[in-house]
Nanobody, 127 residues
Framework: QVQLVESGGGLVQPGGSLRLSCSASGFEIDSSNIGWFRQAPGAERVEVGCINKKYWDAPEYADSVKGRFAISRDSNKRMVYLQMNNLRPDDPGVYYC???????????????????WGQGTQVTVSS
């Protein structure tokens, strides 16, 4: 089966860091673009960033997280990571990873480009 699973969420203080992981099964993650999204309670799901398939790489980020978040791949572990630094009060929510399988173009910062999706992992920023 095709599946994505996020992990690494939790409670962090403002200015702190978290590293989220996205693990893939049932498809070739290296041939896929991976997007990260988040959804705060009562809000719409918004784009965070994306990374192109292996060898294309070149992550893209939403303006709100540029300079603070970084997306990377570990092909041996079949993982994509979202490193979040200097977390702010407007960063909390459920974070999702999603795949554009066998992508033929650059990754896109829009949710409609991706299928399948993971179930999400909760991130809380609080002092």
């Amino acid at each position: 089966q095709v599946q994505l699973v996020e992990s690494g969420g939790g409670l962090v203080q403002p200015g702190g860091s978290l590293r989220l992981s996205c693990s893939a099964s049932g498809f070739e993650i290296d041939s896929s673009n991976i997007g990260w999204f988040r959804q705060a309670p009562g809000a719409e799901r918004v784009e965070v960033g994306c990374i192109n398939k292996k060898y294309w790489d070149a992550p893209e980020y939403a303006d709100s997280v540029k300079g603070r978040f970084a997306i990377s791949r570990d092909s041996n572990k079949r993982m994509v990571y979202l490193q979040m630094n200097n977390l702010r009060p407007d960063d909390p929510g459920v974070y999702y990873c999603a795949a554009e399988i066998y992508a033929t173009g650059a990754c896109r910062l829009r949710s409609s480009a991706y299928d399948p999706w993971g179930q999400g992992t909760q991130v809380t920023v609080s002092s």
